[in-house]
């Protein structure tokens, strides 16, 4: 049964950097990217990113079925990393996505991974801890972000989250 590590956090508070760290002994890593460069800005950030990872790792950029990708990765890999978990609902938001068909994707993504033999480490974004959004769009995507990060924490044997740079193990 694959172990499951689910790290959260602010926006730059580290969290891609501190999967990384973790990942760093793997072999064998499926580094599994949700963004999709929609503009020159995010493109700049996709290329920092693609940077800061070891370059033998195998990378799969995937904005939306990523529990089916899941299923496809082959079993030689020693971990799967997926970056990240806010992405792919805002990806999923944008395509018109039922809030309950985001979650069931979610889900999926998490009892794929268990499955597997190989570890992972999930990331995502705490949107919660911010104002109320004051719009109608904003509410329902922090409110399903955050049912979303609920299902991962619930469901990873290892939850981490990064304050300014530091990990704070919760469970």
């Not at 399903?144 to 530091?166: H, P, T």
């Amino acid at each position: 049964m694959g172990r499951i590590t689910f790290i959260i956090g602010g926006a730059r508070s580290g969290k891609s950097g501190h999967a990384l760290k973790l990942a760093g002994g793997a072999k064998r890593v499926a580094f599994v990217a949700t963004c999709e460069a929609l503009d020159n800005e995010m493109a700049m950030r996709i290329k920092d990113h693609k940077n800061d990872r070891p370059k033998h790792w195998t990378t799969f950029e995937e904005p939306l079925a990523v529990s089916a990708l899941i299923r496809r990765i082959p079993a030689a890999h020693d971990l799967i990393l997926i970056d990240c978990l806010t992405l792919l609902v805002s990806n999923l938001f944008l395509k018109k996505r039922a809030p309950q068909k985001i979650e069931k994707e979610i889900i999926a993504i998490m009892e794929e991974l268990k499955k597997r033999k190989d570890s992972s480490i999930v990331v995502s974004n705490e949107v919660g801890l911010g104002i109320v959004p004051d719009n109608r769009l904003g509410r329902e995507f922090r409110d399903v972000a955050g049912r979303v990060n609920k299902i991962a924490a619930e469901r990873s044997a290892q939850v981490l989250f990064m304050v300014s740079g530091i990990p704070w193990r919760i469970k």
